[in-house]
């Protein structure tokens, strides 16, 4: 663990075009230890990796998953400076990753949608209608389903969509689930609703 943190903290003063570039290292040490300092540094200093932010959607196309859920997640940190509407522009990629039958995936695209929504409230009824369709979408498992169900819960609860009856109809459904801990969120969020 000590080795990991002395290396994450070599890695802290690189530029981020390099730390990009250790993102296609062949040593998984460098890879992902990149990857943790370039999410930390999207939520500190957001502006300073905007200018990547088209090598950052790259990422969502790997074929590790890791590096696909950086990308992920840097992006919805990224909301909060994007003053060019680029999220405008890739919205459907996004949302086309809450249905990769990847619950991790899918996770963390829920958790970067509620970040755009806080950021971006005008897109909040195109973002809540894609994670209302997340019910709907195939995954590894229906455990894994459930658990995303619970993530889109927990992101209603940060960003406050609208309340229309489609939301109360998911989150009365969702507070049904053989999952305790999604039910018991959407049975928290429901009372929220009254």
């Known amino acids: 663990m000590n080795k990991v943190i002395r290396h994450d903290e070599k890695l802290r003063i690189k530029p981020i075009k390099d730390l990009i570039a250790n993102l296609s290292s062949l040593d998984p040490n460098v890879k992902f230890s ?8 999207s939520e500190r200093e957001p502006q300073k990796l905007y200018p990547y932010f088209d090598e950052f959607l790259k990422l969502t196309e790997n074929k590790n998953k890791i590096i696909i859920w950086t990308g992920i997640i840097i992006i919805g ?25 990847v619950m991790i995936t899918a996770a963390n695209t829920i958790a970067a949608l509620a970040k ?8 909040k009824d195109r973002i809540t209608t894609s994670l209302l369709k997340v019910e709907r979408h195939s995954y590894d498992t229906l455990e894994c389903k459930r658990i995303a169900i ?16 489609f939301v109360r109809e998911f989150a009365q459904k969702a507070s049904h689930s053989e ?9 928290k969020y429901l009372r929220t609703l009254e």
């Open 34 to 41: 990149s990857s943790r300092v370039l999410i930390e540094k």
């Open 77 to 101: 940190n990224l909301a909060k400076v994007d003053n060019k509407k680029k999220i405008e522009k890739i919205l459907p990629r996004i949302f086309s990753l809450l249905n990769t039958g």
């Open 116 to 123: 755009i929504a806080l950021a971006k409230p005008e897109l």
């Open 150 to 165: 619970g993530h889109v819960i927990t992101a209603f609860e940060k960003y406050q969509p609208k309340i229309d009856k």
């Open 179 to 187: 999952r305790p801990s999604t039910a018991k969120k959407a049975e």
